[in-house]
């Protein structure tokens, strides 16, 4: 990373190596005469600790940057009647000086429990610090309890999600 760009960004270590070292001895011959009786009789070369001895080494700097992106999901209607539509929408900041290509996928264009209108595949691109709105109506057909289309947005540039409901779906009620 360029020095210009770590100036903004939180530098956090990566962790702590400890190292517990005890020193191996080692064995003398039976033949060498051992002058002095103690607790080291019979070693020779580094010797014995009877605790072992720690060192700490810090590990090396991570720098963390800041999200590219900021999505803030729009609150559903408290009551969600069959066949009153509503609208889920997503606003998604982009939150760098670069231009950014974000797209818009809807999984589950298909699914019965609803009618869906608006654009739901959208390719669109964000200027530096730029907002924009992402969004369907939706109309549902059944009363009961739903799982909202899965809505996917990704980034182009980072090839990542910024939204992705296609793992925990969203679930609401549909009164009569």
């Given at each position: 990373m360029e020095d210009a760009y770590r100036e903004e960004r939180l530098a956090a270590s990566l962790g702590t190596i400890s190292v517990n070292w005890q020193p191996s001895s080692m064995e003398l011959p039976e033949e060498v005469k051992v002058m002095r009786e103690d607790d080291l009789v019979g070693t020779h070369g580094p010797l014995k600790l009877h605790t072992p001895s720690t060192c700490h080494f810090r590990g090396p700097l991570c720098y963390i940057e800041s999200a590219p992106f900021e999505s803030k999901s729009e609150r559903l209607p408290d009551s969600i009647q069959v066949a009153v539509p509503f609208e889920v929408t997503y606003t998604i900041k982009n939150t760098t000086p670069l231009?950014?290509?974000v797209e818009m996928l809807l999984e589950d264009e298909s699914n019965e429990s609803f009618l869906i209108s608006g654009v739901?595949?959208?390719?669109?691109?964000?200027?530096?610090?730029?907002?924009?709105?992402?969004?369907?109506?939706?109309?549902?057909?059944?009363?009961?309890?739903?799982?909202?289309?899965?809505?996917?947005?990704?980034s182009k540039r980072y090839k990542a999600w910024i939204v992705n409901e296609a793992s925990e779906r969203r679930s609401i009620y549909v009164l009569p």
């Open positions: 231009d950014q290509d739901v595949n959208k390719r669109t691109s964000l200027g530096p610090y730029e907002s924009h709105l992402f969004s369907y109506t939706a109309i549902p057909m059944k009363v009961c309890e739903v799982d909202l289309p899965a809505i996917s947005i990704s």
